[in-house]
């Protein structure tokens, strides 16, 4: 039998293994090639868990808006989910366009301030006004294209909305009294939050400024720890709505950042190699499901 507290132990446990694929990010001298395969990697296994995530979320808002439609359930109920579902997809795509639009504008805004002190300095060939025109380019290249820490901090978020419906799903099995069933979530949902800690680490592996332990930490908990606070609220409140809505917030986010990393891995690689490198992220995503599959689940 599972009491409370080793439910709340497990839930964390499950969210925590996201750290065992951050270590990629630490990676050094990759060539942009490898650098564009292991990006592609982990746009596999972001598109899988934009399936994933859908397939869940329509699920019961297809049954709320069956049963509404058959005089069998509530038609405020069906249109709530419907509600939840496209308006938390439509946020979640809107909304981090929206953020990133005023990232690029804060840039901006800064290079606008810098340009006025490029004008008098001296124009030496190797002088600091090249030097100085360099690391504008630098910046602007990287306000466009976008920054390798900001978009694995938009993936982590993307995927910690994610994991927050999968604590929920752990929570509210356990507050149904469907103890076995919780299980199995934890041990499926670790197993495939590994793989997500990819997802992170892909942008970030390679680059010449080698990320920060504290920083991948913080990644790690953004990313996994929602899965520890969605067990909580699931085994103490139970609402389809909440779990739909989560969900379709982070499918819309992860679209979103998926769309960002594939512009990126085809300034660094060739088509084919990142046709390979998704392939293989969604072999791993939909093998890692299938432990929850085989589970009963």
Known sequence: MLDFAELLLFGAIAGLTIFLGLPMALLQSVSPRKKGFLNALSMGILVFLISDVLANAWAPTKLAVTSAYTGTGSPSDAALD????FGGLGLGLLGLASYEQRYIRRITLALKSFRPRLEGMTDDLNGPATRARE????QRSTTLFGSPYHLATMIAMSIGLHNLSEGLAIGQSYASGSIALAVVLIVGFGAHNAT????IAGPLTGILEKPRVSFLAKLGLIGGGPTFLGTIIGSLWVSELTYVLFLSLAAGALVYVTLLMYNAARRQSSNDLIMVG??????????TDLI??????
């Open 278 to 287: 998704i392939f293989i992220g969604l072999l791993a995503g939909f093998l």
């Open 292 to 297: 929850v599959s085989l589970g009963g689940a």
């Open 196 to 199: 997500e800690g990819f997802g």
């Open 82 to 85: 419907l509600l939840a579902l």
């Open 135 to 138: 690391t504008a380019q630098e």
